[in-house]
């Protein structure tokens, strides 16, 4: 993406009211940092900031809760096809957790495996907070999980 393409695509944001863009701009530069550590931090030493290994957290969440989940699950969507870097399932999957730790709202991040019809390995990432498949839900369906993670925070363990 050149520099003009990305600035038709930040146009759109300028419109928006002050509360939209202070999330925006959290979650674009929260996924900045994710994609950096995603290219220079080995994943064994990546990994433990995921949360508990193998851990799962509750599917039960506070009513209050609820619209941060869908307000960041919207923002890291929007920014992710607005970044100058790429932005996959595994930036927005951590992007979105970290954003919801930052709030104390547990979640769990799943990392799954499929094969292609050409049996090629894919790998994907999505993340789950109470119900809501927060990033990852619509291309999540026939991969298998083959790791979790969970951030738990205050009552909801």
Request: net charge positive; charged share 25%.
């Amino acid at each position: 993406m050149n520099l003009l393409q990305l600035l038709r695509k930040l146009k759109k944001i300028v419109k928006l009211p002050q509360r939209d863009k202070k999330i925006l701009l959290e979650a674009f530069s929260i996924s900045g940092l994710v994609r950096w550590a995603i290219l220079f931090i080995p994943f064994r030493k990546l990994s433990v900031i995921y949360g508990k290994s193998n851990g799962e957290t509750a599917i039960e969440v506070p009513e209050d809760e609820k619209e941060i989940i869908f307000r960041i699950g919207w923002a890291v969507e929007q920014i992710s096809y607005r970044t100058p870097w790429e932005s996959k399932c595994l930036v927005k999957a951590l992007t979105a957790q970290i954003m919801l730790a930052r709030r104390k709202v547990s979640s769990t991040l799943y990392l799954g495996v499929a094969k292609d019809k050409n049996n090629k390995l894919l790998a994907h990432a999505w993340l789950r907070s109470g119900q809501v498949i927060v990033t990852g839900a619509r291309q999540r369906s026939g991969f298998k999980e083959v790791a979790r993670f969970a951030k738990n925070y205050g009552g909801n363990k």
